[in-house]
């Protein structure tokens, strides 16, 4: 009731009423990796207003449940791109995030991709890049 009542006082924005409407598994059913122009992985299809909802969310407020849909499909590709590697002795993949500049560093307190990553399980690598 209380929860209620302070939506009506302080309502969400878009993008977190959409967050917080989506499922997993609606979520995961749009994992749809593909290789850009460029050679990167694209895993969710960007224009989608869910994908977004969830990225802006993530890189934004620090959203919990956006953060776990986003590892879940990391950690699901990671585990698709394991399986494809079964052959060689030792797969372990490293998620490099970009780097924040310092100014935007200390104002959001946090890298969105360092935290997708603690979420997906996966082995990331700081400092690498600058």
Known sequence: MLARFLEFLFPRADTARLVAQTSAVEFGALLAPRIT???IPALLPYRHPMV?????EAKFHRDPKALALLGAA???YLGSMAEESAGFEETRFCVVPVPLGPARRRSRGYNQVEEVAKCAG??????MLR
């Open 74 to 76: 990391l950690a699901e």
């Open 52 to 56: 977004r909802a969830v990225i802006l």
């Open 37 to 39: 122009e460029h050679g």
């Open 122 to 127: 996966a082995h990331f690598a700081t400092g």
